[in-house]
């Protein structure tokens, strides 16, 4: 009888705990992340079983956030969405998606593997990279993510990234709780970018004019300043972006030379900012302590490279710069010639220059820019490590340019798609 009294006791006073926990609205044992069940024992009174244990965070370790990508024609719109999913952690694992995948879910990058990657671990906020990543997060790829990676949360861009069959590729990801969202950064992709290299050799043939016209108002997607039929072909300006203080803060290290730190210099337009400027900059950073690169107007760009470029605007190859983990600073609008009065406000030490470039001349050329430093004996040439220049990447682009028209269309029709299902889902 008193073993009986007392389970009973028991079992009332259990329930004036749980009738106070949910009065007071405390969640049972929510600061350790276990659910609780009340079942009867079989002494007669309630215990506790843990229920399923939702994923938790590894507790002192850093938080390492993944991306993914195809980082084709990388452009500062990409660097600034590494930006973000950076901020969003402590380490940032980035995927590059193979070859194969892009051909499959897009048509052919512009870019191959090799050049992508060079460019992805340029990136000033990349920890590390994963060659060869899937277009779609499978469920194989993400458990590998959280297991082998140690991944905590992946991140994309609030614009769809969807599947040939319309699918979102990041539906697993979505689902496990295990996904963040930055925002996209308006007024640059790569398909414009493919618009503005086909407008800039428009007028090069007038058998070709119809075909680029046509492609460039589709590639465009209605952001580009059109040029007037019989136009002179000087009005190629298709950005008109302009960057904030803000964001130039973001992009920028912050930090100056040292007193006495050995300071190098090198200058071009560094259009379509490739995997060549990359690896020129990643030599020219090892010669000293300080990397600082001339950014030349898009008016000396033009008056020297001609009338249809540059590409990107000064702005846009500015920031484009900047995001290279090899560079320090950069002087936006710097002047053709290297002065004196430049050497000497900058601190320059040496001003480099490489031997894959749009032009290698300038030593025949009258009013060579580089005279100055060739006299106090502070220019040095340096070997290219690879033989690519903007015009290589134009030429890719130009001598295919049909597929890349199918693989806008695709893009097109597979957004199209996926916007149709989700407002068939939410429409009831």
């Known amino acids: 009888m008193g073993l009986d009294a007392g389970q009973s006791e028991n079992a009332r006073s ?37 229920l399923p244990i939702r994923w938790r965070r590894k507790k002192n370790r850093p938080v390492r956030v993944y991306m993914d990508g195809c980082f084709d024609m990388m452009h500062y719109g990409h660097c600034n969405a590494l930006r973000q999913a950076r901020a969003l952690g402590d380490q940032l694992v980035v995927g590059v998606v193979s070859d194969a995948e892009i051909i ?19 990136v000033k906020w990349v920890d590390e990279v994963i060659p060869d990543a899937p277009y779609a997060i499978t469920e194989e790829f993400m458990k590998k993510l959280f297991d082998e990676y140690d991944i905590d949360y992946i991140i994309h861009g609030d614009d769809p990234c969807v599947l040939p069959d ?23 992709s790569s398909t414009d970018i493919v618009g503005r290299m086909l407008l800039c050799v428009r007028e090069r043939s ?14 465009s997607h209605g952001h580009g300043q059109k040029l007037e039929d019989g136009g ?18 973001q992009f920028s290290n912050g930090k100056g030379p ?7 210099y090198i200058d071009g337009a560094f259009d379509l900012f490739h995997a060549g400027h990359v690896e020129i900059l990643r030599v020219a950073r090892e010669l000293g302590d300080f990397l600082l690169v001339g950014i030349h107007t898009d008016q000396t760009v033009s008056a020297n490279r001609g009338a249809h470029r540059p590409i990107m605007n000064l702005h846009e190859r500015s920031l484009s ?17 290297i002065t004196k009065d430049v050497i000497t406000t900058f601190n320059i030490s040496l001003v480099v220059h490489g031997t894959v470039a749009e032009n290698n001349n300038f030593e025949k050329e009258t009013g060579n ?49 996926y916007y149709e299902g989700k407002s068939y889902v939410t429409g009831d």
């Not at 499959?104 to 340029?122: C, D, F, S």
């Not at 990801?173 to 996209?184: D, F, S, T, V």
């Not at 710069?321 to 010639?337: F, K, Q, S």
Request: overall charge positive; hydrophobic content about 40%.
């Open 232 to 249: 002179s072909g000087s009005g190629t300006r298709v950005s008109h972006f302009l960057p904030t203080s803000r964001r130039i803060v």
């Open 104 to 122: 499959v879910n897009k048509g052919p990058p512009v870019t191959p593997l090799n050049e992508r990657m060079i460019m992805v671990k340029a």
């Open 258 to 264: 040292q007193s006495d730190a050995r300071i190098i």
């Open 166 to 188: 319309g699918t979102d590729a990041y539906a697993l990801a979505k689902k496990a709780g295990r996904y963040k969202q930055i925002k996209r950064t308006e007024g640059v």
């Open 14 to 50: 259990w329930a004036r705990f749980v009738a106070t926990c949910l009065v007071g609205g405390v969640v049972v044992a929510v600061g350790i992340g276990v659910g609780v069940s009340m079942l009867g024992s079989d002494r007669g009174g309630p215990h506790l079983l843990p």
């Open 321 to 337: 710069v900047l995001g290279c983990r090899y560079v320090d600073e950069v002087i936006i609008g710097a002047p053709w010639e």
């Open 369 to 417: 820019p580089y005279e100055v430093p060739i006299s106090m004996g502070i220019f040095k040439v340096l070997a290219s490590p690879l033989d690519i220049t903007t015009s290589t990447i134009i030429r890719r682009i130009v001598s295919n340019h049909e597929a890349y028209q199918k693989r806008n269309d695709k893009k097109a029709a597979s957004e199209q798609k």
């Open 206 to 219: 007038v058998n070709e004019n119809r075909n680029h016209s046509s492609l460039q108002r589709q590639f």
